[in-house]
């Protein structure tokens, strides 16, 4: 036990500690303030009702991250000379239509917290960051991983925030050596005894050559763990394989993704997508995509996802965008078309469209 006149001590050791730590960095250090708000209003034709899991009708609704999510963040480095640099980063989720937390593991910082060594060697870092594998669903995404009508709500209606914003983690990228860059992951449990509870890890690999990109990736996830206690789940026990490949040729980019996502004893989720970009002006983009997921455990439970949107840039920092999907669901398949809004579908055939505006900052 520390005796009385320590503890009177610590309180002013420890700020004095903080406060030089503070100068220093501020002194030493490249800190950048980011964000981006997006809102608009979003129709769908149909809507599920949580309770009774059938068509609640249509609806209307303010929206919140329509094209990208909305957040705030802090970035930064320090350089260590000899090409080697301290980095960090810190970003939370927010919600327009709230001002709660959104889009993350629903903690403060629930997207990034993360502190890395970046060299030549390859940049390593500690705390909650994306995992391999979800960068690699990103790259191949058909429409850019707009948070409407692509394979961010097919992803996440299916594990949730789980491989996207990996808490306990540790990883390491390699520097790009002909073409060639890997990445790995490692998100510790953190409960003493049990290695396995909670335990995730991911991997990729990827090449470029020219305009062509093919990247691969896996992930493995464990239940439990400290980081079951996130209010969002975000250790949903399952496991991810994917491929996918880019191409660019002038304005035009096209894209073609294999995912499977297996859930233990509910479901094992084929995903074959593909779909294109095309920039007919330095400020106009149209893009398009179609995600068919099928169920292997039950092929009777599948879905047919298809989506088109258009971008116009107002400036280098704000946009308008509208997007149109439609989505058809079988047997006991819940593919919803926007992240946030309309996550899960009901059965049949369901239209939706959101339009709104998005702001860099």
Same mark, same amino acid.
């Given at each position: 036990?520390?005796?009385?006149?320590?503890?009177?001590?610590?309180?002013?050791?420890?700020?004095?500690?903080?406060?030089?730590?503070?100068?220093? @960095?501020?002194?030493?250090?490249?800190?950048?303030?980011?964000?981006?708000?997006?809102?608009?209003?979003?129709?769908?034709?149909?809507?599920?009702?949580? #309770?009774?899991?059938?068509?609640?009708?249509?609806?209307?609704?303010?929206?919140?991250?329509?094209?990208?999510?909305?957040?705030?963040?802090?970035?930064?480095?320090?350089?260590?000379? !000899?090409?080697?640099? +301290?980095?960090?980063?810190?970003?939370?989720?927010?919600?327009?239509?709230? !001002?709660?937390?959104?889009?993350?593991?629903?903690?403060?910082? !629930?997207?990034?917290?993360? &502190?890395?060594?970046?060299?030549?060697?390859?940049?390593?870092?500690?705390?909650?960051?994306?995992?391999?594998?979800?960068?690699?669903?990103?790259?191949?995404?058909?429409?850019? @991983?707009?948070?409407?009508? $692509?394979?961010?709500?097919?992803?996440? !209606? +299916? %594990?949730?925030? #789980?491989? *996207?914003?990996?808490?306990?983690?540790? $990883?390491?990228?390699?520097?790009?050596?002909?073409?060639?860059?890997?990445?790995? =992951? =490692?998100?510790?449990?953190?409960? @003493?005894?049990?290695?396995?509870?909670?335990?995730?890890?991911? +991997?990729? %690999?990827?090449?470029?050559?020219?305009?062509?990109?093919?990247?691969?990736?896996?992930?493995?996830?464990?239940?439990?763990?400290? @980081?079951? /206690?996130?209010?969002?789940?975000? #250790?949903?026990?399952?496991?991810?394989?994917?491929?996918?490949?880019?191409?660019?040729?002038?304005?035009?980019?096209?894209? *073609?993704?294999?995912?499977?996502?297996?859930?233990?004893?509910?479901?094992?989720?084929?995903?074959?997508?593909?779909?294109?970009?095309?920039?007919?002006?330095?400020?106009? /983009?149209?893009?398009?995509?179609?995600?068919?997921?099928?169920?292997?455990?039950?092929?009777?439970?599948?879905?047919?996802?298809?989506?088109?949107?258009?971008?116009?840039?107002?400036?280098?920092?704000?946009?308008?965008?509208?997007?149109?999907?439609? %989505?058809?669901?079988?047997?006991?398949?819940?593919?919803?078309?926007?992240?946030?809004?309309?996550?899960?579908?009901?059965?049949?055939?369901?239209? +939706?469209?959101? &339009?709104?505006?998005?702001?860099?900052?």
């Amino acid at each position: 036990m520390i005796k009385n006149r320590f503890r009177k001590r610590l309180p002013i050791v420890a700020g004095t500690l903080l406060g030089s730590v503070g100068l220093s @960095a501020h002194a030493q250090s490249n800190v950048t303030l980011y964000g981006v708000v997006d809102s608009g209003i979003l129709y769908t034709s149909k809507t599920l009702n949580p #309770t009774t899991g059938q068509n609640a009708g249509h609806q209307f609704s303010l929206l919140t991250g329509g094209l990208t999510p909305s957040l705030f963040g802090l970035k930064g480095n320090e350089d260590l000379g !000899g090409g080697m640099k +301290a980095i960090f980063a810190l970003e939370s989720g927010i919600d327009m239509t709230n !001002g709660g937390l959104n889009d993350s593991n629903g903690n403060l910082f !629930g997207r990034q917290a993360w &502190v890395g060594i970046d060299s030549r060697f390859g940049t390593v870092k500690g705390g909650v960051q994306l995992s391999p594998f979800v960068l690699s669903l990103i790259a191949s995404d058909p429409r850019g @991983a707009s948070y409407f009508g $692509s394979g961010v709500p097919i992803y996440t !209606g +299916a %594990v949730f925030v #789980t491989g *996207a914003f990996n808490s306990n983690s540790i $990883s390491y990228t390699s520097p790009r050596i002909a073409g060639f860059q890997g990445s790995a =992951l =490692l998100a510790l449990g953190g409960i @003493a005894g049990n290695f396995q509870a909670g335990r995730q890890y991911s +991997a990729s %690999v990827d090449y470029t050559y020219g305009p062509l990109l093919i990247t691969a990736s896996m992930y493995d996830g464990n239940a439990g763990g400290t @980081a079951a /206690t996130t209010p969002i789940p975000s #250790t949903v026990a399952f496991t991810g394989r994917t491929i996918g490949a880019s191409y660019q040729y002038d304005a035009l980019t096209v894209k *073609a993704v294999f995912i499977n996502l297996k859930v233990a004893g509910s479901f094992d989720n084929r995903v074959y997508g593909g779909g294109l970009s095309y920039r007919f002006t330095p400020v106009t /983009t149209v893009d398009a995509g179609v995600w068919y997921t099928s169920d292997g455990n039950d092929t009777n439970n599948h879905s047919i996802l298809a989506a088109t949107g258009l971008t116009y840039s107002l400036s280098k920092a704000t946009l308008l965008y509208g997007q149109f999907g439609y %989505v058809d669901n079988h047997g006991k398949m819940d593919t919803g078309l926007s992240t946030n809004g309309a996550l899960f579908g009901v059965a049949g055939t369901t239209f +939706a469209t959101a &339009v709104g505006i998005r702001h860099l900052f």
